[in-house]
């Protein structure tokens, strides 16, 4: 019913820059939440940020501190992540999910998921 592709990932210097990518499809994107998970290696997943389809957003503080932004492109059936001020706390796998419902930050909530895309930032 949902699909998700996400992509942007890489290896990045502490203070740093990355915009992640999450391409949509399926006919119920438009009407979805849209959140972004990270894990680390022997770390619980974590909810970073998530995205209302009205354009109503949410964020992880104690996680993201600011440093980061969540948006949609409608027309291109995308969401991102800019991530900016990056540290090495930051590096995990990053994860695209779809929900039904807004404000959610539990990941069994979410019942779509993309494949993750590794972000790693060097000390």
Known sequence: QVQLVESGGGLVQTGGSLRLSCVASGRTFSSSTMGWFRQAPGEEREFV???????????NRDSVKGRFTISRDYAKSTVYLQMNSLKPEDTAVYYCAAASQFGLRDPRSYPYWGQGTQVTVSS
Request: charged share 10%; hydrophobic share 45%; aromatic share 18%.
């Open 49 to 59: 940020a998530a995205i209302s389809w009205i354009g109503e957003t949410t964020y």
